[in-house]
C-alpha cells in the first residue's frame, strides 16, 4: 500500500492534474521544434567561448573572468560533456533539455495559479506557448545559459506560488531558497528576485512573512 504524501509535499506535487499525457505531449512538442539540425550549424562566438570554458577545470574559475556570467552554466555543461562529448550537438543539448524542462514548469506554474476546473487548460496553453515561443526555441538551441536561466526562473516563481498556498511549511520555502541560489549563480539579473519572497508575502500572504525573509537570507548568504 502506498504511503500517502506529506501535506507539505503534496501541495507541491498536486497541481500535476493534466498527468503524465499532458506532460509527455508537451514534451514531445517542445523537443520537435529543438532537436531537427541542431548540430548542422557550426558554433559561433559565444558558443566557442562556452565550449573552452567547459574544457577548464571545475576549480578554474579565473577562466570566466572574461565572461560576466556567473559560473553554475559552465560547470553544468563541464558535466556534461563528459557525459556526451563536445561536438556541437551535444554542446547544445544541454540547453534543449533546459528548454523542455521550462516547458513543463510554465505548465506546472500555469496549473499552479488557475482555478479550479481550469488548470488542465491553463497548463496546455501555458506550456504549449513556451513551446512554440519562436525566441524560447532559439536560446534552446544555443550553447549558452540562457535556457538554463528561463527554467531556473521558472522553478522560483513555481517554488513561491506553492510555498504561500496554504499553511506556512519550512520544506517548500526551502525549495524556494534553492531555487532563488540557483538563480544567483545562474545569471546577474537574479538579483532581481531577490526581494521577491518577501515582497509576495508581505503583501498577500502575511503568514509567511517569517518564513519568505529567513528563505531569502538563506540564498543570498549562500551566494
Known sequence: MRRPLRPSLARLVDGRAPGLVDSLFLTLLALSLRLPGLGDRPLWLDEAYSALVARGTFGGIESLQADASPPLYFVLLKAWTWLFGEREIALRALSVAC?????????????????????????????????????????SRESRGYALWSVISLAILLTLVRAIQGTPSWRLWALFALALGLGLYTHNYAVFWVPLGVVTAWLWAPAHRRHSAWATLGATVAW
Not at 104 to 126: E, F, N, Q, W
Open 99 to 139: 528548454g523542455a524542462a521550462g516547458v513543463l514548469l510554465a505548465a506546472a506554474l500555469a496549473r499552479a495559479l488557475a482555478p479550479d476546473g481550469l488548470k488542465r487548460a491553463a497548463g496546455l496553453a501555458a506550456g504549449g506557448v513556451l513551446a512554440v515561443m519562436p525566441l524560447h526555441v532559439f536560446y
